[in-house]
């Protein structure tokens, strides 16, 4: 299903389109694109659930995404529902509680067909930790989808579900969405609930939704911000954002990131020229500033998020739910076994890194300087800030690779968050936007552009990505060749 | 010689209505294991910590209690470490900002430093059947509020370690901020102990770990100084370990070295934010605070009650709290403190009831010193009552009902004396001869003869006025 969410929802609620059959059509496309690994469960009271919506519509109530089929990544919790975050060890975890942002989702209408496919834990950028098998790009099936949030975003440019929600930590969401050519949104920090979102790094994760239209974008975004008391961290605020999608930018100052210009594809390089031109054309005032704190993002957001991760993840140990390791009868080596044969390489390899970093004698060497440069990636960005209300930048320096490419070499891997952690790293709302495509092997690759703003500024984001799409007559947003 | 050189660490669980970081009800003493847990006790995947103000409230006042700096940043760590009776395999714990420092108890006229206190989140709790080769985990008590107290290294015996404790506990009671009862688990206790020679460096000091009643505390501190004083004198060194108590043996025992130290790696917990304690709050805080111990002890002195008796009573949350309500039913203070602590006491403890499960009340033993204060009774007389008022019988009562009620009618007790002292010749030539003791053969008689009832002063005055009088 192609339709967007706005669509969709506002002919349920017209009683044109009944939420029994719009779970039925995603069903069915879900299973039709089955190939492409975007899905790791079906959630098993998807009818009710719609049921539930017509019984709701029928006593009068306008719910926002009436009916709208969407899907969450495997890391949100859904009661009665597989959360394996694309682990081994949680394989066969059901949930017994539903997470705050997918409860709002619910809240809303929507009704949750399916889980999405996952890097394993978050951890990763190609969808190929999965222990599920890689999710596949839809318009190479070759190719990675990017990741942590792969397969939420194959759901949507394969066209299973016009809405999904993912997670980002460092640039889960927004890069996945510029490799498969949709919208990613990553709020501010604390804007949308974490409770129920499975922690990789807790001072960087926020969930956020993926979109075809910038319109979707803010339906879906209003449905799931404000504040959360089951979350400390969450913001006593929301803004309103589809009071933004016809906010006009005329005037505002867009600022392209001078450090995130070199390096990239040539696709990469045409999408970041045109959309200068576009804002040009839109009557914003474009410059250029250098940030130069950019190069220390990466290793500052691995000596900040897997430290963080050692200790998320070390409540995974068998002894109350998970897989166990089968046949070991001591405390300690069965928590060792059951670890060691349920975690894959890539979260083993974080785990050890940030224990390290964490370990007396190098804290201050690593984490508590991570934590610096984490204030001063913040300060530069606020730096910037004073003079630029939006800044730009790839989402990606290149479109997706092929499925293996990168997987010997984590460095190269972790590469492709160059230009998003920066966005965790400090907290501020980042968006991707479908930008152009990059012809490789003869195929076509969408390609991205991010737009980032001041922390709190998130609907300014939903105005540029809006008028960017009204410029060029929504382009970028076509269907992958399936 | 060797002087001790001792510092504490206590737990106290906080009575709190739920758990330290969620709305799981806290109230699970005694119930069925794993049946007080929520997705946040269990470690589920996705669950986030927030925390309780009521513990907050209860570790500030705590704080104050012992003149602590409350004010300003504080903030919660992650205490990591694998152990299955931490469903996160981290304990949410604080580190460098803990909610109090500072501060300081007197014990016996010495000032007792303390470092700090901090507020923690606790662990379940593991079964080991005995036979078994499984254990058994329950995590009702996984998650409950806890205040861990560090006192610097001023405490010098073992006896000063227990009394310490004792006020300690009196504090935490009498604010409501724990039951401290170590046999429920809900005051433990660590000790750290080494040896030196006044005016040399301190020794190496042995940790004692899980100690769950105060005489373990003393007993252990006194086998460690016996130990440590016998490798010193034997010219060996004392190592840096870790030890546990063994109770059957009443001996400690190395449970770790100082190389298997666990590395705890402790971090900010990200999912906190810093917690901001201002003046406003510490003041709310303040004003709601019960009557601590040592005001309770100056206010009792000026009651009229003897100094050893108000230490006492102050100290003892149940005591108090008895002696306050019966003070209100307008009984002397100080008599009540004399049954109290006398005849009360001891019918409790020869029965093993605690006060606050007796049957006696306030207003009854209030009733029962009002009685012979106003002369209705004789003191022998509400002795002789106490077994039924402790059984809950309203003394005022049992004397209406049997007629107990003291003979004060003269001319009664008169008639009493004329007939004893008629029938009684000679000891009344006795006593008139100078022999003064023998009036007290008289006063039984007249006694019996008024069935045990008359005022005693008065007989004996109407007995000497006869005597007198026939001479």
């Known amino acids: 299903m192609f339709e967007s969410a706005t669509t969709l929802s506002a002919a349920v609620l017209r009683g044109e389109r009944r939420p029994t059959d719009l779970v039925e059509e995603a069903l069915s496309a879900a299973e039709a694109r089955a190939h492409l690994g975007a899905l790791i469960s079906l959630v098993p009271d998807a009818r009710e659930q719609a049921a539930r919506v017509e019984a709701r519509l029928a006593a009068g109530e306008t719910p926002l995404l009436a009916g709208v089929p969407v899907v969450v990544k495997d890391n949100l919790n859904l009661r009665g529902s597989r959360t394996t975050c694309g682990s081994r060890i949680l394989s066969s975890y059901v949930s017994p509680y539903t997470a705050t942002v997918v409860r709002r989702l619910q809240d809303a209408g929507a009704v949750i067909v399916a889980k999405g496919n996952m890097d394993e834990f978050a951890m990763g950028s190609s969808n190929e930790t999965s222990a599920f098998g890689p999710a596949r790009n839809p318009w190479d099936v070759s190719r990675v989808p990017g990741g942590s949030s792969g397969g939420s975003a194959v759901a949507v440019a394969a066209g299973v579900v016009p809405l999904s929600l993912g997670s980002d930590t460092g640039g889960s969401i927004r890069q996945p969405a510029a490799m498969t050519g949709v919208y990613g949104f990553k709020p501010t920090y604390g804007r949308v609930s974490r409770y129920g979102l499975v922690a990789y790094a807790s001072s960087l994760d926020q969930v956020g939704p993926f979109a075809r239209t910038a319109s979707d974008l803010a339906l879906s975004l209003d ?36 450090e995130a210009l070199a390096g990239n594809t040539s696709g990469v390089d045409a999408a970041m020229a045109r959309t200068r031109e576009v804002l040009e054309g839109l009557g914003a005032t474009v410059t250029e500033v ?27 140990d068998g002894m109350v739910y998970g897989s166990r390791a089968a046949g ?49 990636v913040a300060d530069d960005l606020a730096r910037a800030f004073a003079d630029a ?65 001041p922390a709190l500024a998130d609907e300014l984001l939903v105005s540029v990505a809006a008028a960017f799409e009204a410029a060029t007559s929504g382009a970028f947003l076509r269907e992958p060749p399936l | 010689m060797f002087r001790a050189v001792i510092g504490l660490e206590v737990h106290l669980q906080l009575s709190t209505r739920t758990k330290m970081f969620s709305r799981c009800r806290a109230d699970y003493f005694g119930e069925e294991p794993n049946t007080f847990t929520d997705p946040l006790t269990l470690g589920l995947p996705g669950t986030l910590p927030t925390i309780n103000r009521e513990a907050v409230e209860l570790a500030l006042m705590f704080g104050l209690a012992l003149g602590c700096d409350v004010e300003g940043f504080t903030q919660f760590h992650r205490k990591n470490y694998f152990y299955p009776d931490a469903p996160k395999n981290y304990q949410i714990s604080q580190y460098d900002r803990p909610i109090a420092r500072d501060g300081h108890l007197m014990v016996g006229g010495r000032r007792i430093g303390i470092r700090r206190a901090h507020l923690e989140d606790d662990a379940g709790k593991l079964i080991h059947p005995t036979y078994a080769d499984y254990s058994l985990l329950d995590l ?94 034997d010219g060996g060194r004392v190592t840096q370990d870790t030890m546990g108590w063994d109770e059957g043996g009443q001996r400690t025992f190395v449970m770790r070295t100082k190389e298997e130290e666990s590395d705890y790696r402790y971090f900010p917990e990200p ?58 039913h307008g009984a002397d203070a100080q008599k009540l403190a004399n049954w109290l602590l006398g005849d009360v006491t001891g019918w409790l403890s020869e029965r093993g009831t605690p006060l606050e499960r007796s049957r006696l009340t306030p207003a009854h033993l209030a009733a029962l010193v009002r009685l012979v204060d106003g002369a209705a009774i004789t003191g022998k007389m509400a002795k002789d009552l106490l077994p039924e008022v402790m059984e809950g019988a309203d003394p005022e009562v049992l004397v209406r009902e049997r007629g107990l009620a003291v003979v004060t009618d003269t001319a009664e007790i008169e008639a009493a004396v004329a007939r004893v002292v008629e029938a009684n010749p000679a000891v009344v030539a006795n006593i008139r001869a100078g022999n003064a003791k023998a009036v007290n053969a008289l006063f039984g008689q007249v006694m019996r003869e008024l069935g045990g009832k008359a005022k005693p002063e008065l007989v004996r005055d109407l007995l000497g006025a006869r005597v007198a009088v026939d001479g």
């Open chain 1, 223 to 258: 449905a799931i911000v404000g504040p959360d008391d089951l979350d400390a961290t969450s913001l006593d605020t929301a803004p309103r954002f589809r009071e933004a999608l016809a906010r006009d930018v005329r005037g505002l100052r867009f600022a392209f990131v001078r």
């Open chain 1, 290 to 316: 250098s940030l130069p704190t950019l190069e220390y993002g990466v290793a500052a957001y691995y000596l900040v998020a897997t430290p963080e991760a050692s200790s998320n993840l070390a409540r995974y």
């Open chain 1, 328 to 376: 070991v009868r001591e405390v300690n080596a069965s928590m060792s076994a059951t670890r060691g044969e349920g975690f894959g390489t890539e979260v083993k390899r974080r785990v050890l890194m940030g224990t390290y970093a964490l370990s007396s004698g190098y804290y201050d060497a690593y984490y508590s300087k991570a934590m610096k440069v984490r204030r001063l």
């Open chain 1, 389 to 453: 209300d939006v800044l730009v930048t790839p989402t990606s320096p290149f479109p997706a690779f092929r499925i293996g490419e990168r997987m010997d070499d984590p460095v190269a891997m972790y590469a492709a968050d160059v230009d998003t952690v920066i966005a965790n790293l400090a907290g501020i709302p980042a968006v991707s936007v479908p930008a152009g495509f990059e012809t490789l092997d003869g195929r076509e690759l969408p390609v991205g552009v991010q737009f980032l703003a």
């Open chain 2, 140 to 233: 009702n008590r996984a998650g409950m509020p806890l205040i861990e107290m560090v006192t610097e290294p001023d405490l010098g015996t073992p006896e000063e370690a227990r009394e310490f404790l004792h006020l300690v506990r009196a504090i935490a009671q009498a604010l409501g901020v724990s039951d401290a009862n170590p046999e429920e688990g809900k005051m433990r206790c660590d000790v750290n102990v080494s040896l030196h020679r006044p005016g040399e460096p301190f020794g190496t000091k042995v940790e004692v770990k899980n100690l769950n009643s105060f005489k373990s505390v003393q007993r252990s501190l006194e086998y460690e100084i016996a130990r440590q004083t016998r490798v010193l004198e």
């Open chain 2, 271 to 328: 999912d906190l934010p810093p917690l901001v304690i201002t003046p406003e709050w510490v003041e709310r805080v303040r004003a709601a605070m019960p009557e601590l111990p040592a005001a309770k002890e100056r206010r009792l002195a000026l009651a009229g009650l003897r100094e050893a008796d108000a230490f006492t009573v102050a100290y003892d949350v149940e005591l108090s709290r008895f002696l306050d309500e019966a003070m209100t």
